[in-house]
Protein backbone atom coordinates (compact mmCIF):
# COMPACT_ATOMS: atom_id res chain seq x y z
CA UNK A 1 0.00 0.00 0.00
CA UNK A 2 1.31 3.54 -0.90
CA UNK A 3 1.97 5.90 2.03
CA UNK A 4 -0.66 8.28 1.18
CA UNK A 5 -3.24 5.86 0.98
CA UNK A 6 -2.43 4.84 4.48
CA UNK A 7 -3.27 8.32 5.59
CA UNK A 8 -6.81 8.83 3.86
CA UNK A 9 -7.89 5.14 5.06
CA UNK A 10 -6.60 6.03 8.35
CA UNK A 11 -8.59 9.21 7.86
CA UNK A 12 -11.43 8.18 6.87
CA UNK A 13 -11.50 5.80 9.71
CA UNK A 14 -11.58 8.39 11.40
CA UNK A 15 -14.38 10.36 9.88
CA UNK A 16 -16.77 7.45 9.34
CA UNK A 17 -16.35 6.70 13.49
CA UNK A 18 -17.10 9.68 14.55
CA UNK A 19 -13.70 10.48 15.85
CA UNK A 20 -14.13 13.66 13.83
CA UNK A 21 -17.72 15.53 13.51
CA UNK A 22 -18.35 17.72 9.99
CA UNK A 23 -17.03 20.77 10.13
CA UNK A 24 -13.84 19.43 12.70
CA UNK A 25 -10.93 20.50 10.80
CA UNK A 26 -8.59 18.08 9.56
CA UNK A 27 -4.65 18.46 10.28
CA UNK A 28 -2.66 20.11 7.68
CA UNK A 29 0.02 18.50 5.05
CA UNK A 30 2.77 19.38 7.83
CA UNK A 31 0.63 18.12 10.43
CA UNK A 32 0.38 15.00 8.44
CA UNK A 33 4.26 14.72 7.43
CA UNK A 34 5.19 14.52 10.98
CA UNK A 35 2.43 12.31 12.10
CA UNK A 36 3.14 9.69 9.66
CA UNK A 37 6.54 10.19 8.86
CA UNK A 38 5.63 10.31 5.17
CA UNK A 39 6.62 13.16 2.01
CA UNK A 40 4.92 16.44 1.26
CA UNK A 41 3.38 14.93 -2.31
CA UNK A 42 2.10 12.22 -0.35
CA UNK A 43 -0.04 14.00 2.37
CA UNK A 44 -1.40 16.39 -0.39
CA UNK A 45 -2.57 13.21 -2.53
CA UNK A 46 -3.80 11.92 0.50
CA UNK A 47 -5.91 15.12 1.08
CA UNK A 48 -6.82 15.62 -2.65
CA UNK A 49 -8.83 12.20 -2.87
CA UNK A 50 -10.56 12.55 0.30
CA UNK A 51 -12.04 15.91 -1.37
CA UNK A 52 -12.35 14.13 -4.30
CA UNK A 53 -14.61 11.75 -2.54
CA UNK A 54 -16.76 14.04 -0.82
CA UNK A 55 -15.01 13.52 3.27
CA UNK A 56 -13.57 16.97 3.35
CA UNK A 57 -14.00 20.34 2.31
CA UNK A 58 -10.51 22.25 1.46
CA UNK A 59 -10.82 26.56 1.66
CA UNK A 60 -8.51 28.27 0.57
CA UNK A 61 -6.13 29.96 3.41
CA UNK A 62 -8.24 28.14 5.75
CA UNK A 63 -7.46 24.45 5.91
CA UNK A 64 -9.75 21.27 5.45
CA UNK A 65 -12.58 20.48 7.40
CA UNK A 66 -15.04 17.11 7.82
CA UNK A 67 -17.60 17.87 4.92
CA UNK A 68 -20.72 16.69 6.12
CA UNK A 69 -21.83 12.96 5.50
CA UNK A 70 -24.18 13.69 2.50
CA UNK A 71 -21.42 14.64 0.46
CA UNK A 72 -19.63 10.82 0.61
CA UNK A 73 -19.84 8.42 -1.94
CA UNK A 74 -23.68 7.38 -3.16
CA UNK A 75 -25.21 6.22 -5.76
CA UNK A 76 -28.49 8.11 -6.43
CA UNK A 77 -31.78 7.41 -6.27
CA UNK A 78 -33.25 5.52 -9.07
CA UNK A 79 -36.10 7.21 -11.33
CA UNK A 80 -38.20 4.05 -11.86
CA UNK A 81 -38.76 0.11 -11.48
CA UNK A 82 -36.19 -0.95 -14.40
CA UNK A 83 -33.29 1.19 -12.89
CA UNK A 84 -29.68 -1.17 -12.17
CA UNK A 85 -26.71 0.21 -10.23
CA UNK A 86 -23.33 -0.80 -11.97
CA UNK A 87 -20.09 -0.08 -9.58
CA UNK A 88 -16.41 -0.30 -11.22
CA UNK A 89 -13.39 0.62 -9.27
CA UNK A 90 -11.95 3.02 -12.61
CA UNK A 91 -13.22 3.75 -16.01
CA UNK A 92 -9.51 4.27 -17.38
CA UNK A 93 -8.05 0.71 -19.40
CA UNK A 94 -10.02 0.07 -22.99
CA UNK A 95 -10.80 -3.42 -21.42
CA UNK A 96 -13.02 -1.59 -18.42
CA UNK A 97 -14.41 0.63 -21.26
CA UNK A 98 -15.09 -2.17 -23.29
CA UNK A 99 -17.23 -3.57 -20.57
CA UNK A 100 -19.24 -1.11 -19.58
CA UNK A 101 -19.76 0.27 -23.17
CA UNK A 102 -21.37 -3.59 -23.64
CA UNK A 103 -23.04 -3.87 -20.91
CA UNK A 104 -24.90 -0.48 -20.98
CA UNK A 105 -25.66 -1.39 -24.24
CA UNK A 106 -27.44 -4.15 -23.38
CA UNK A 107 -29.15 -3.06 -20.94
CA UNK A 108 -31.08 0.30 -22.94
CA UNK A 109 -31.71 -2.08 -25.69
CA UNK A 110 -33.54 -4.51 -22.79
CA UNK A 111 -35.95 -1.31 -21.56
CA UNK A 112 -33.54 -0.96 -18.53
CA UNK A 113 -31.67 1.90 -17.53
CA UNK A 114 -28.50 1.90 -15.66
CA UNK A 115 -26.78 4.54 -13.04
CA UNK A 116 -23.28 4.21 -13.03
CA UNK A 117 -20.42 4.98 -10.29
CA UNK A 118 -16.78 4.73 -11.37
CA UNK A 119 -14.53 5.66 -8.47
CA UNK A 120 -11.78 3.67 -6.62
CA UNK A 121 -12.97 3.47 -3.09
CA UNK A 122 -11.52 2.30 0.09
CA UNK A 123 -12.12 -0.54 1.16
CA UNK A 124 -14.81 0.60 3.40
CA UNK A 125 -16.33 2.97 1.15
CA UNK A 126 -16.98 0.85 -1.35
CA UNK A 127 -18.53 -2.23 0.82
CA UNK A 128 -20.83 0.58 2.13
CA UNK A 129 -21.77 1.64 -1.06
CA UNK A 130 -22.26 -2.46 -2.06
CA UNK A 131 -24.53 -2.05 0.65
CA UNK A 132 -26.67 0.60 -0.18
CA UNK A 133 -27.64 -0.36 -3.30
CA UNK A 134 -31.18 -1.71 -2.66
CA UNK A 135 -32.25 1.32 -0.20
CA UNK A 136 -31.51 3.27 -3.62
CA UNK A 137 -34.40 1.75 -5.02
CA UNK A 138 -32.38 -0.14 -7.93
CA UNK A 139 -33.54 -3.62 -9.07
CA UNK A 140 -30.13 -5.47 -9.42
CA UNK A 141 -26.75 -4.49 -9.79
CA UNK A 142 -23.28 -5.00 -11.81
CA UNK A 143 -20.17 -5.05 -9.78
CA UNK A 144 -16.69 -5.22 -10.56
CA UNK A 145 -15.20 -4.77 -7.06
CA UNK A 146 -12.00 -3.23 -6.49
CA UNK A 147 -11.20 -4.62 -3.39
CA UNK A 148 -11.25 -8.69 -2.51
CA UNK A 149 -11.38 -8.09 1.42
CA UNK A 150 -14.30 -8.57 3.76
CA UNK A 151 -16.17 -5.38 3.79
CA UNK A 152 -16.96 -5.51 -0.28
CA UNK A 153 -17.22 -9.99 0.63
CA UNK A 154 -19.18 -8.84 3.69
CA UNK A 155 -21.44 -6.37 1.37
CA UNK A 156 -21.96 -9.14 -1.54
CA UNK A 157 -23.36 -11.95 0.82
CA UNK A 158 -25.35 -9.55 2.39
CA UNK A 159 -27.36 -8.86 -0.93
CA UNK A 160 -27.10 -12.41 -1.92
CA UNK A 161 -28.99 -13.65 0.95
CA UNK A 162 -31.33 -11.18 0.73
CA UNK A 163 -31.88 -12.21 -2.63
CA UNK A 164 -31.43 -9.41 -4.27
CA UNK A 165 -30.26 -9.68 -8.13
CA UNK A 166 -26.64 -8.91 -8.97
CA UNK A 167 -23.89 -10.03 -11.18
CA UNK A 168 -20.23 -9.30 -10.46
CA UNK A 169 -17.96 -9.26 -13.63
CA UNK A 170 -14.64 -9.78 -13.84
CA UNK A 171 -14.11 -11.75 -10.56
CA UNK A 172 -15.87 -13.71 -8.44
CA UNK A 173 -15.67 -14.69 -4.61
CA UNK A 174 -15.35 -18.47 -4.38
CA UNK A 175 -17.42 -19.04 -1.09
CA UNK A 176 -20.08 -16.49 -2.00
CA UNK A 177 -22.91 -18.18 -4.33
CA UNK A 178 -23.84 -15.54 -7.06
CA UNK A 179 -24.10 -15.12 -10.48
CA UNK A 180 -21.12 -13.96 -12.19
CA UNK A 181 -19.39 -13.09 -15.47
CA UNK A 182 -15.43 -13.62 -15.95
CA UNK A 183 -12.58 -14.33 -18.26
CA UNK A 184 -11.35 -17.65 -18.43
CA UNK A 185 -8.15 -16.88 -17.00
CA UNK A 186 -7.12 -20.47 -16.31
CA UNK A 187 -7.11 -20.70 -20.19
CA UNK A 188 -5.31 -17.57 -20.86
CA UNK A 189 -2.52 -18.33 -17.84
CA UNK A 190 -2.02 -21.44 -19.93
CA UNK A 191 -1.76 -20.38 -23.48
CA UNK A 192 0.47 -17.26 -22.27
CA UNK A 193 2.91 -19.59 -21.06
CA UNK A 194 2.42 -22.46 -23.45
CA UNK A 195 3.22 -19.54 -26.48
CA UNK A 196 6.68 -19.23 -24.10
CA UNK A 197 7.47 -22.89 -24.06
CA UNK A 198 6.76 -23.36 -27.48
CA UNK A 199 9.41 -20.80 -28.60
CA UNK A 200 11.89 -22.96 -26.80
CA UNK A 201 12.00 -21.85 -23.40
CA UNK A 202 12.36 -23.84 -20.53
CA UNK A 203 12.85 -21.41 -17.46
CA UNK A 204 9.72 -19.49 -17.18
CA UNK A 205 8.83 -16.78 -13.88
CA UNK A 206 5.50 -15.84 -13.17
CA UNK A 207 5.25 -12.63 -12.01
CA UNK A 208 2.16 -11.04 -9.90
CA UNK A 209 0.90 -8.34 -7.78
CA UNK A 210 -0.47 -8.84 -4.25
CA UNK A 211 -4.12 -9.08 -5.74
CA UNK A 212 -5.96 -11.18 -4.64
CA UNK A 213 -8.63 -11.95 -6.99
CA UNK A 214 -9.26 -14.78 -8.62
CA UNK A 215 -8.24 -13.56 -11.69
CA UNK A 216 -4.57 -13.79 -10.90
CA UNK A 217 -5.03 -17.18 -8.85
CA UNK A 218 -6.36 -18.59 -11.93
CA UNK A 219 -3.53 -17.08 -14.31
CA UNK A 220 -0.87 -18.67 -11.85
CA UNK A 221 -3.10 -22.24 -11.99
CA UNK A 222 -2.47 -21.80 -15.62
CA UNK A 223 0.95 -21.20 -15.81
CA UNK A 224 1.42 -24.05 -13.20
CA UNK A 225 -0.73 -26.58 -15.74
CA UNK A 226 1.01 -25.59 -18.62
CA UNK A 227 4.95 -26.16 -17.39
CA UNK A 228 3.59 -29.58 -15.85
CA UNK A 229 1.80 -30.72 -19.32
CA UNK A 230 5.64 -29.70 -20.79
CA UNK A 231 7.60 -31.67 -18.21
CA UNK A 232 8.94 -28.58 -16.82
CA UNK A 233 9.60 -27.28 -13.22
CA UNK A 234 7.89 -23.98 -12.00
CA UNK A 235 10.34 -21.08 -11.86
CA UNK A 236 10.12 -18.70 -9.22
CA UNK A 237 6.68 -16.96 -8.53
CA UNK A 238 7.82 -13.40 -7.84
CA UNK A 239 5.28 -10.67 -6.36
CA UNK A 240 5.75 -6.93 -7.31
CA UNK A 241 3.82 -4.48 -5.11
CA UNK A 242 2.30 -1.76 -7.89
CA UNK A 243 3.18 1.15 -5.78
CA UNK A 244 5.40 4.28 -6.52
CA UNK A 245 8.16 2.20 -4.85
CA UNK A 246 10.21 1.98 -7.87
CA UNK A 247 13.35 1.02 -5.51
CA UNK A 248 11.90 -2.06 -4.58
CA UNK A 249 10.42 -3.14 -7.79
CA UNK A 250 14.02 -2.72 -9.51
CA UNK A 251 15.49 -4.68 -6.51
CA UNK A 252 13.17 -7.77 -7.36
CA UNK A 253 13.75 -7.84 -11.00
CA UNK A 254 17.42 -7.61 -10.29
CA UNK A 255 17.34 -10.43 -7.76
CA UNK A 256 15.36 -12.68 -10.17
CA UNK A 257 17.69 -12.04 -12.87
CA UNK A 258 20.49 -12.66 -10.57
CA UNK A 259 19.87 -16.17 -9.94
CA UNK A 260 21.87 -18.68 -11.18
CA UNK A 261 19.36 -20.38 -13.65
CA UNK A 262 17.37 -17.13 -14.07
CA UNK A 263 14.67 -17.17 -15.97
CA UNK A 264 14.66 -16.29 -20.04
CA UNK A 265 10.74 -15.72 -20.31
CA UNK A 266 8.28 -14.24 -17.88
CA UNK A 267 4.78 -14.41 -17.92
CA UNK A 268 3.30 -11.25 -16.02
CA UNK A 269 -0.63 -11.33 -14.42
CA UNK A 270 -1.29 -7.84 -16.78
CA UNK A 271 -0.05 -5.16 -18.85
CA UNK A 272 0.31 -2.72 -15.97
CA UNK A 273 3.29 -5.26 -14.41
CA UNK A 274 4.51 -6.21 -17.49
CA UNK A 275 5.54 -3.00 -18.91
CA UNK A 276 7.00 -2.15 -15.43
CA UNK A 277 9.10 -5.21 -15.35
CA UNK A 278 10.07 -4.58 -19.27
CA UNK A 279 11.42 -1.10 -18.16
CA UNK A 280 13.45 -2.60 -15.30
CA UNK A 281 14.65 -5.55 -17.68
CA UNK A 282 15.77 -2.72 -20.34
CA UNK A 283 17.83 -0.55 -17.08
CA UNK A 284 19.59 -3.76 -16.92
CA UNK A 285 20.73 -4.34 -20.17
CA UNK A 286 18.43 -6.65 -21.46
CA UNK A 287 16.27 -6.20 -24.88
CA UNK A 288 12.70 -7.35 -25.13
CA UNK A 289 12.04 -9.54 -27.06
CA UNK A 290 15.93 -10.39 -28.13
CA UNK A 291 17.13 -11.15 -25.27
CA UNK A 292 14.08 -12.03 -22.78
CA UNK A 293 10.27 -12.63 -23.42
CA UNK A 294 7.44 -11.62 -22.16
CA UNK A 295 4.00 -12.41 -22.25
CA UNK A 296 0.96 -10.88 -20.57
CA UNK A 297 -3.05 -9.72 -20.92
CA UNK A 298 -3.30 -6.53 -22.96
CA UNK A 299 -6.16 -4.79 -20.94
CA UNK A 300 -5.36 -1.65 -23.24
CA UNK A 301 -3.22 0.57 -20.61
CA UNK A 302 -0.09 0.61 -22.85
CA UNK A 303 -0.98 0.08 -26.68
CA UNK A 304 2.59 0.80 -28.32
CA UNK A 305 4.39 -1.03 -25.77
CA UNK A 306 2.24 -4.41 -25.57
CA UNK A 307 2.19 -4.30 -29.19
CA UNK A 308 5.94 -3.98 -30.82
CA UNK A 309 7.26 -5.78 -27.87
CA UNK A 310 5.36 -7.85 -25.65
CA UNK A 311 3.28 -11.53 -25.93
CA UNK A 312 -0.11 -10.15 -25.25
CA UNK A 313 -3.83 -11.73 -25.30
CA UNK A 314 -6.51 -9.23 -24.67
CA UNK A 315 -9.70 -9.87 -22.81
CA UNK A 316 -13.32 -9.94 -24.43
CA UNK A 317 -14.54 -6.75 -22.02
CA UNK A 318 -17.57 -6.16 -25.11
CA UNK A 319 -18.81 -9.46 -24.66
CA UNK A 320 -17.95 -9.70 -20.46
CA UNK A 321 -20.74 -6.32 -20.67
CA UNK A 322 -23.19 -7.89 -22.79
CA UNK A 323 -23.51 -11.30 -20.69
CA UNK A 324 -23.36 -9.44 -17.56
CA UNK A 325 -26.47 -7.46 -18.26
CA UNK A 326 -27.86 -10.47 -20.12
CA UNK A 327 -27.38 -12.32 -16.74
CA UNK A 328 -28.40 -9.36 -14.58
CA UNK A 329 -31.59 -9.16 -16.55
CA UNK A 330 -32.88 -13.06 -16.30
CA UNK A 331 -31.68 -12.98 -12.44
CA UNK A 332 -34.43 -9.95 -12.25
CA UNK A 333 -37.23 -11.81 -13.82
CA UNK A 334 -36.19 -15.26 -12.48
CA UNK A 335 -34.92 -14.86 -8.70
CA UNK A 336 -34.97 -18.09 -7.97
CA UNK A 337 -33.56 -19.94 -11.40
CA UNK A 338 -29.70 -21.26 -11.26
CA UNK A 339 -26.34 -19.49 -10.23
CA UNK A 340 -25.07 -18.68 -13.15
CA UNK A 341 -21.15 -18.82 -13.78
CA UNK A 342 -19.73 -18.00 -17.18
CA UNK A 343 -15.95 -18.29 -18.14
CA UNK A 344 -15.67 -16.41 -21.40
CA UNK A 345 -12.49 -17.26 -23.47
CA UNK A 346 -10.25 -14.12 -24.41
CA UNK A 347 -8.72 -13.53 -27.59
CA UNK A 348 -6.21 -15.14 -29.43
CA UNK A 349 -2.07 -14.73 -28.73
CA UNK A 350 -0.31 -11.57 -30.38
CA UNK A 351 2.95 -12.09 -31.41
CA UNK A 352 5.36 -8.97 -31.06
CA UNK A 353 5.52 -7.04 -33.88
CA UNK A 354 9.56 -6.36 -33.45
CA UNK A 355 9.28 -10.43 -34.53
CA UNK A 356 7.47 -10.57 -37.22
CA UNK A 357 9.43 -9.13 -39.78
CA UNK A 358 12.75 -9.05 -38.06
CA UNK A 359 16.40 -8.32 -39.71
CA UNK A 360 18.82 -10.70 -40.69
CA UNK A 361 20.28 -10.08 -37.33
CA UNK A 362 17.48 -10.16 -35.12
CA UNK A 363 16.27 -13.32 -36.23
CA UNK A 364 19.98 -14.78 -35.19
CA UNK A 365 19.43 -13.57 -32.20
CA UNK A 366 15.61 -15.12 -31.61
CA UNK A 367 17.63 -18.41 -32.82
CA UNK A 368 20.33 -18.11 -30.41
CA UNK A 369 17.97 -16.89 -27.38
CA UNK A 370 15.75 -20.36 -28.41
CA UNK A 371 19.10 -22.29 -28.23
CA UNK A 372 20.29 -21.47 -25.24
CA UNK A 373 16.96 -21.75 -23.44
CA UNK A 374 17.65 -25.86 -24.40
CA UNK A 375 21.02 -26.11 -23.62
Keep these: MSDYTIIRDALIHE ?13 S ?4 VKRFGVKRHQARQALHELAALGYIVRMQGKGSFVAPSGSRPQLPQSLDSKTVAVIFPEYKSRYHRNIVEGFLGHIDEAGYHAVAHFSRLDREAEGSMIRRIPQSGMVG ?17 TLTKQQFPLVMVDRFIEDIDCD ?27 MSNMDKACSV ?23 IPLDDSLQLQESLVWRLMSLRDAPTALVC ?16 GYRVPFDIDIATVDDGHHGDK ?25 RIMN ?35 AKRSTD
Design 217 to 239: KHRVLGYREAMHDAGLAENENVC
Design 29 to 32: EHEL
Design 269 to 284: VHDLLAVGVEEQLVKL
Design 141 to 157: AAIYPYWVGKESCSAIE
Design 306 to 330: MEHFLFSAAQNGMEIGRNAANVLIN
Design 15 to 27: IEEGAVAPGDPIP
Design 180 to 206: FVVTDNKDLGYRLTKVLIERGHTRIAF
Design 335 to 369: PTAPLVKNYLPAGPIRIPSALVQPTDSQQKEVNAL
